[in-house]
């Protein structure tokens, strides 16, 4: 992987993230519940884990620690979004796994390196770049449940950083998101339907999405 061809790739300006938040309806919901939807937000389920990094790759450590490091270097940036509940959103949810594999992919090492470790390669392509990958996780104006998710193959998601993703379901019922970059393995929701029941709902993914195509 060129590091350095992503942090160029990834030189979308903040107005247009800006500009696409601020557009995005408040209230669009494709939750197929009839209860009205709650406002906890995302970011209150993530720092709900107070544990620190550890061994479970399974959860989001990094994640959370890459959001909070983001928000306290640039406190108005649009990723404030997820601690918003009021506002409507979709999110996918890379795990610590798929960061550890994304630094691996950095890193070009032969073993998984640790959370820390992995974190710390991710911190290291610089806030802007951190922050413009995290937003491309994040599809706003929507709260969109799993089931609607299955009956949109083909569906092309406009994230907050701009560029779209699309629903690839395999089978009726894998979810698979296919993002910028066509050389790496495209994403799978492992985990669905975080925050169930609220306006921002979340699924977590295997990969990290990639809003470049890389080599």
């Known amino acids: 992987m060129h590091l350095t061809r992503m942090v160029r790739g990834l030189a979308v300006g903040t107005a ?39 061994r479970n790759g399974a959860d989001y450590d990094i994640l959370t620690k890459a959001v ?8 108005q940036s649009p990723v ?23 630094a691996q992919d950095v ?39 799993a089931r609607a998710a299955r009956k949109a193959d083909g569906a092309a998601l406009t994230t907050a950083l701009g560029p779209a993703i699309t629903v690839d379901v395999r089978y009726g019922w894998c979810i698979q998101l296919v993002d910028a970059d066509r050389s790496d393995r495209d994403p799978v929701v492992v985990r669905t339907d975080i925050n169930r029941g609220n306006r921002q709902i979340a ?12 080599p």
């Open 16 to 54: 247009v993230t800006t500009v696409a938040l601020a557009a995005a309806p408040a209230a669009a919901s494709a939750n197929t519940g009839a209860k009205p939807l709650g406002t906890r937000s995302l970011a209150a389920v993530l720092t709900r884990d107070t544990g620190g990094f550890d």
């Open 203 to 214: 699924h977590g993914v295997d990969r990290v999405l990639r809003p470049v195509d890389l």
């Open 107 to 145: 890193g070009g090492g032969r073993t998984l390196p640790t959370e820390q470790q992995a974190f710390t390669a991710v911190a290291g392509l610089g806030i802007d770049t951190v922050e413009q990958v995290l937003l491309y996780h994040v599809v706003p104006g929507a709260t969109i449940d």
């Open 68 to 75: 909070l490091t983001v928000l306290q270097a640039k406190p």
């Open 80 to 102: 404030k979004v997820l601690t918003d509940g009021t506002v409507a959103l979709t999110a996918f949810l890379p795990n610590d796994r798929a960061f550890e594999r994304l």
